[in-house]
């Protein structure tokens, strides 16, 4: 590292050798290269020529002359052109020596000239061994590490799904949980997660992939409520209100008392009971929203427990607001995004980016454990 400051610093002072040089020469030449005395000068020859010519009358040549020639005096006796500023050689060698040094003097004062590289290697390495140090771009760095060394292992996949949707990459869920039911066919808490992201990706709406997937958990585990709950939910957007209301009315008496998920299940049940038709106002079902993943909601968390201990992280400010968000947790999510512009309001850069975290769609997890 200390080569390259080095190197650096003698091609800035080089840089501003050059300038110094040119500038010497710019004010040696001083008012001689001030291009209006030649016009001037070519302004009098040229009038001379035509009075020999008797082009223009005697009387007009003398005045022509007599304007031009004050021109050129007074051109001449200006010391320098409009808008230029002369500087002494010492002073702009001291301004072109001045940057570099400064700038080593600068890094050597509050940089880590002695601190050796560290490859990525190394760093993937300590995420792995602290992963509660860190936050989730670096935590899926690590679990995609993992899962790369254990290819025939769903758990790494699963996990990183979950990650995936914090850090707001829908996709990326879809792709690792397909990947991880390759792997292990036929498992609930990995088809059910992979139905449910596929609806929300729509909408809400249940298309024919995210039906095959939930008659695929259902084959497994026949008392899925996710499972149960989306196809119900398909049934009442084909026409059927009859079918999908039974399948509701029946999950929703299986449903312990003190499940989160009963006041939503009937709030729909009462809604398509009323209309017939799903909800118009809401794209996620209300039912769905209070099964988010546990190791997902303790991650933000985790976040936010740290930031309130170390705020200075504006970057965790804005993951923290984006992770609430795409949870659905609008209230959480504004207390955050109003924490946040109190510390970092002035700095325009983090305020935009919080302004975006706070707009980022929510796309509820899937609900951990419980297919």
């Known amino acids: 590292m200390i080569p390259f400051w080095i190197a650096a610093a003698l091609m800035a002072a080089a840089a501003a050798g050059l300038i110094f040089r040119t500038s010497a020469l710019g004010a040696a030449r001083g008012v001689a290269a001030d291009p209006s005395l030649d016009v001037y000068r070519r302004a009098l020859c040229e009038i001379d020529d035509l009075a020999e010519r008797d082009l223009i009358a005697p009387g007009e040549r003398a005045a022509a002359r007599a304007e031009a020639g004050r021109r050129l005096l007074g051109a001449a006796g200006l010391p320098q052109r409009p808008g230029m500023v002369t500087l002494r050689p010492p002073t702009l060698l001291a301004l072109a020596a001045t940057a570099p040094l400064l700038a080593v003097a600068v890094y050597a004062g509050v940089g880590s000239p002695g601190a050796p590289d560290q490859p990525f290697a190394a760093r993937l390495a300590q995420w792995r061994s602290r992963p509660q140090d860190f936050q989730a771009p670096q935590l899926a760095a690590a679990l995609r590490a993992v899962a790369a060394e254990r290819p025939r292992d769903p758990e790494p996949l699963r996990r990183l799904a979950g990650l995936d949707l914090v850090l707001g990459d829908a996709d990326g869920a879809v792709h690792n949980l397909r990947k991880a039911d390759a792997i292990a066919p036929g498992r609930p808490d990995l088809l059910a997660p992979l139905g449910e992201i596929l609806v929300l990706k729509a909408g809400g709406a249940v298309g024919p992939e995210a039906q095959a997937i939930f008659k695929r958990v259902l084959a497994v585990d026949p008392a899925s409520p996710t499972a149960r709950y989306y196809l119900g939910r398909a049934a009442v957007a084909a026409g059927d209100p009859a079918t999908g209301l039974a399948r509701w009315r029946a999950l929703l008496a299986g449903l312990p008392d003190g499940d989160a998920r009963r006041a939503g299940l009937a709030a729909d049940i009462a809604a398509v009971e009323a209309t017939g038709r799903l909800p118009l106002d809401t794209q996620v079902a209300p039912a769905q929203k209070a099964a988010i993943s546990q190791a997902v909601r303790g991650m933000v968390e985790g976040l936010a427990a740290r930031l309130k201990a170390h705020p ?25 995004f109003g924490e946040a512009r109190r510390l970092y309001g002035d700095r325009p850069g983090i305020a935009a980016q919080l302004d975006a975290a706070r707009r980022a769609p929510a796309v509820a997890p899937y609900a951990g454990g419980g297919s």
Not at 318 to 336: F, M, S, T
């Open 312 to 336: 200075d992280d504006p970057q965790g400010w804005v993951r923290l607001v984006r992770a609430w968000a795409v949870l659905g947790e609008n209230a959480r999510r504004d207390a955050a």
